[in-house]
């Protein structure tokens, strides 16, 4: 036997904390919530946009509003794609990234702050117009 077969295999990525409000025909301000892990948006993003559903297209820039994570470089390259990283600070608008892509318009997430609890996440989505349940995210 050799060393390669005792060795245990990586840990699985902790899943993606996304709920996207149902497509309809009524335009919404927010069209989901996006739950991070941690502050750290060049840790965070790659995972958010690749985890998005393919017909939102190639989002190519991220507004990020409010008080949202730290780090944001002004681009990263996430799946092979340069995404340009904007930021902007409104005090009286919530936390959201706006996600942009080229003939597929914008989608806009609330972010709900990493250290909130299940329940806190769910209020904010609710007070945003989201209709989320317990549950919705995989922890």
Same mark, same amino acid.
């Given at each position: 036997m050799t060393k390669?077969?005792?060795?245990?295999?990586? +840990?699985?990525?902790? %899943?993606? @904390?996304?709920?996207l409000a149902p497509e309809s025909t009524?335009?919404?301000r927010i069209d989901g919530a996006w739950w991070p892990r941690t502050v750290d948006?060049?840790?965070?993003?790659p995972q958010l946009l690749s985890g998005l559903p393919r017909a939102w297209g190639r989002i190519v820039s991220v507004l990020v509003?409010?008080?949202?994570?730290?780090?944001? +470089?002004?681009?990263? %390259?996430? @799946?092979?794609q340069v995404v340009r990283l904007r930021r902007a600070t409104t005090a009286h608008a919530p936390s959201t990234v706006v996600l942009m892509a080229p003939g597929h318009g914008r989608r806009d997430?609330?972010?709900v702050p990493p250290e909130a609890t299940e329940r806190a996440a769910v209020s904010l989505m609710s007070a945003a117009g989201l209709t989320p349940e317990q549950g919705?995210?995989?922890?």
């Open positions: 390669d077969r005792l060795r245990p295999p990586p +840990p699985a990525p902790p %899943l993606l @904390r996304l709920y009524v335009p919404r948006l060049p840790a965070e993003l509003n409010g008080a949202v994570g730290t780090g944001a +470089p002004g681009r990263m %390259l996430v @799946r092979d997430l609330l972010v919705d995210f995989a922890s």
